[in-house]
């Protein structure tokens, strides 16, 4: 395989993790979304915290999505990480502006994409190596 040839496979391999994974991200906040406003219909929560519930919900939702991307892209963990919770808030943000009268920029949207920004980096940070780091010692022989 030549080096393009490999370039190219690598770079079909980040697509389809971070594509997956925002996909992912976005089902899981989707389904915590579902679960909060059960509770808050329930009585479990108040209306009042519908901030604080989207809000976790995204960074549950990009922890779980970025820690898919960085398992399919384990050469750049934190990238991974980052990219499927930028692709989700993207996905949000889309679904947003189909479903609402418009684009409204304000402090929810802000707390949104720090929260999935944060979930995926959390989720790249601690995504673990797949085998034991080797000493230097080791390596040299």
Do not use: H, Y
């Not at 971070?18 to 406003?37: D, F, P, R």
């Amino acid at each position: 395989m030549r080096k393009g040839e490999a370039q190219g496979a690598n770079a079909a391999q980040m697509v389809t993790a971070v594509v997956l994974g925002g996909l992912l991200a976005l089902g899981v906040e989707l389904m915590v979304l579902l679960l909060g406003s059960a509770a808050v219909s329930n009585g479990i929560l108040k209306e009042d915290a519908a901030a604080q519930v989207t809000a976790a919900a995204c960074v549950l939702g990009c922890l779980v999505g970025g820690a898919l991307a960085c398992s399919r892209w384990s050469s750049r963990r934190l990238l991974a990480g980052l990219a499927a919770g930028a692709v989700c808030f993207l996905l949000i943000l889309a679904v947003g502006l189909l479903m609402g009268d418009g684009f409204t920029p304000g402090a929810q949207m802000l707390v949104e994409l720090a929260g999935c920004l944060c979930g995926g980096a959390v989720a790249g940070v601690f995504g673990g190596r797949k085998g034991k780091k080797k000493r230097a010692s080791v390596r040299k022989k």
